[in-house]
């Protein structure tokens, strides 16, 4: 149990698109998801916390206008990347917090999305 | 400030000897605690976790882990390290009202055969 999916696994767009990443929970719903950035051999950044239903809390430093986030359902958030640029080329993980039982306050983690652009 | 440190950036262990990876903390409530690993190019897999009780508490893949309050310690371990042990380590304190993580730098596990 406790499954998060991410698509796509890997993404190369020219510079000056927009890429969406979406993260799925499968088998629970996740009233918060966050999404991450991670530059090779570092540590995880928190970019946001995604509440079903409800803006996005981006943390700071984070350009709220260049990564939109949207969580339209329990089970779906999706990170879109506007007017990618090369500085943005990246690994993103997303992460679903589960709030039932005993895996309460617990976050599982997608495979990750690597973004790179030319 | 909340903070999590993991002292070992890179540790090399031969395959059979037993493992210890280190993560101090600073949090200023009960912490929850977490040991997550990261193979290259993957996302993170949980390993184990600290909300209250039983101070140590056992994982998957035959890890454990040791909460000590006192030395504000969350050691992971190990008895005997196999090579597809080998990956990223990370330590994580979670923040009980937001839910937000806090990770350590992480520690790269390379196993001797």
């Known amino acids: 149990g406790a499954v998060v999916s991410q698509h796509p696994s890997r993404v190369i767009c020219k510079s000056g698109t927009s890429v969406k990443i979406e993260c799925r929970s499968l088998?629970?719903?996740?009233?918060?998801m966050f999404w991450y950035r991670q530059f090779p051999k570092q540590s995880l950044m928190l970019m946001a916390t995604s509440n079903e239903g409800s803006k996005a809390t981006y943390e700071q430093g984070v350009e709220k206008d260049k990564f939109l986030i949207n969580h339209a359902s329990l089970t779906l958030s999706t990170l879109t990347v506007t007017s990618a640029h090369p500085e943005d080329s990246s690994f993103y993980i997303c992460?679903?917090?589960?709030?039932?039982?005993?895996?309460?306050?617990?976050?599982?983690f997608g495979p990750g999305t690597r973004l790179l652009v030319l | 400030a909340q903070s999590v440190t993991q002292p070992d950036i890179h540790i090399t262990v031969s395959e059979g000897a037993s493992l210890e990876l280190r993560c101090n903390y600073s949090?200023?409530?009960?912490?929850?605690l977490f040991w997550y690993v990261q193979s290259p190019g993957q996302g993170l897999q949980l390993l184990l976790k600290?909300?209250?009780?039983?101070?140590l508490v056992q994982g998957i893949k035959g890890f454990e882990a040791e909460f000590k309050r006192s030395q504000s310690s969350f050691n992971l371990r190990k008895p005997s390290v196999h090579w597809s042990d080998a990956a990223e380590y990370f330590c994580?304190?979670?923040?009980?009202?937001?839910?937000?993580?806090?990770f350590g730098q992480g520690t790269t596990l390379q196993v001797k055969p």
């Open positions: 088998d629970f719903q996740a009233t918060t």
């Open positions: 992460s679903a917090r589960t709030m039932t039982g005993a895996q309460q306050e617990t976050q599982y």
């Open positions: 994580a304190v979670g923040a009980s009202n937001t839910g937000k993580l806090i």
């Open positions: 949090y200023g409530a009960t912490p929850y």
């Open positions: 600290y909300f209250s009780g039983d101070t």
